[in-house]
């Protein structure tokens, strides 16, 4: 047991909090690109209120704007793309992508005050995403999504992707596990043996190295085959990239995850992830769709695992730490950064900050634990034979 | 505790602690541009600049840094 130290205090009080009511300045995922590209408006709760998703037939680009059509409160998403523009089902008022009145075909002219809201969005790795400020303003330079190459080369898998919507929770909860090392051992049954979170500008980064957990079969744990490094990174306040190698035998499989969320409301979220495998040396791409799909279920698994915590758990604004934690409240000054005011961002919130945790306590203990669990399986295995 | 270590190489100032000699925590209190192995690169793309942390190693070794044992 670990040692207490220091005098007798009153039983800690959480402090709850409640979820902002904003939601965050920054680019967010809506799912992979093509998914919107089959002819179809597509509807898109988030950030209180309701998206539409449509591709222009003639230019072929993807818009996104409030769902609601201004004219009458029809939903779009139940409507019809015509041409470059979006029909409304209640009257047929037409919308182009930017946000302008196209037309309306029963009327002498469009009413000059005729515009919707026009959503900023931008299209990379094959995704589509979309910018949200609440003081309306562009995104600041060199706050975008980095381009990841797998996903434009042939040596890689295609996108596995997978969407979950989370309801009770807000989504600081799965931002909060940057940096939870512990949990890594305790929910997701792997085995971490170095931990580092580096803090900077827009990016909150984790560097992680794991090795499998003896003890637990492959269907429980992230990291099943070998030894993992991971590095992962948050680009603005919802969407990582997690670059993993994992040691298969003499090999090293690289992965790309991407883990990354949109608000709908203070306290539900939607979640998407999925996966890219790099292609082994003769490896097909059957194979590699399959490597894909199987580092995608174990992430399925995995955020299975933290979703029963947060179903039951409490919001928690002053997180009670251990000196072998990572650091939750520096993450969340950092996080803090995209729930203010742009002119409200202070150095303390985007200058750089590294933490590197002493993971030697940890590893003993957990190596302790690992050994018990497989001496009792042994015992039980005699026992049965006996 | 924080304390201040100056990098030999570059000359910038942080605030360092050493819980144990394993952790680190290094709060920077301005931009990396004076950093020969950060400035430029991706923001939080490197995980330590390894002259700083040769600059932390010394001020423990010299004793102008001290191990702390603290709590989070």
Known sequence: ?386 | MLEPVTCTTCGTQVLVEKRSLPHTTVQWTSPTTRCPELAGCAPAGVAVCTRLRASIEEALREGRLRVTGGDG
């Open chain 1, 1 to 386: 047991m670990s040692a207490r130290s220091g005098t007798d205090h009153g039983p800690r009080t959480i402090e709850a909090g409640a979820p902002p009511t904003r939601y965050a300045r920054g680019w967010h995922c809506l799912g992979l690109a093509a998914d919107f590209k089959d002819g179809r408006p597509h509807e898109i709760e988030a950030f209180g209120t309701k998206l539409v998703v449509f591709q222009a037939e003639g230019t072929g680009r993807l818009h996104v704007l409030d769902a609601y059509c201004p004219h009458m409160g029809g939903n779009l998403a139940d409507g019809t793309i015509k041409g470059d523009a979006l029909a409304c089902p209640f009257h047929d008022w037409r919308w182009g992508g930017d946000g302008r009145c196209a037309g309306i075909p029963y009327a002498h002219r469009v009413p000059r005050r005729a515009r919707t809201r026009a959503w900023r969005t931008l299209e990379e790795n094959k995704q589509l995403f979309v910018w949200h400020d609440p003081q309306g303003a562009s995104p600041p330079e060199g706050v975008t999504i980095p381009r990841i190459e797998g996903a434009f080369s042939g040596e890689w898998s295609d996108w596995t992707w997978h969407t979950l919507r989370i309801d009770g929770a807000n989504c600081r909860e799965i931002v909060d596990n940057v940096v939870d090392m512990a949990h890594f051992f305790y929910v997701h049954h792997s085995f971490p043996t170095y931990f580092k979170n580096v803090f900077e500008g827009h990016v909150a980064t984790q560097y992680m190295t794991s090795d499998p957990r003896e003890d637990m079969t492959a269907a429980d744990t992230l990291s099943a085959q070998g030894r993992l490094r991971s590095e992962a990174s948050y680009h603005g306040p919802s969407y990582m990239i997690d670059h993993l190698w994992t040691e298969v035998g003499d090999a090293t499989v690289e992965t790309v995850l991407i883990n990354c969320h949109y608000p709908v409301a203070p306290d539900a979220f939607v979640l998407q992830y999925g996966a890219l495998v790099k292609k082994l040396p003769g490896m097909s791409d059957e194979e590699a769709a399959q490597a894909a799909a199987q580092a995608s279920e174990g992430l399925a698994a995995g955020f299975e695992e933290d979703v029963a915590i947060w179903r039951n758990k409490t919001r928690i604004d002053n997180p009670l730490l251990c000196d072998q934690d990572g650091p939750v409240y520096q993450l969340r000054r950092w996080y803090e950064q995209f729930y203010v005011d742009a002119e409200e961002v202070g150095a303390e919130m985007t200058d750089r900050f590294e933490f590197e945790i002493d993971t030697e306590r940890a590893v003993t203990v957990w190596r302790a634990e690992v050994e018990a669990n497989l001496a009792s399986r042994r015992d039980a295995a005699t026992a049965g034979e006996g």
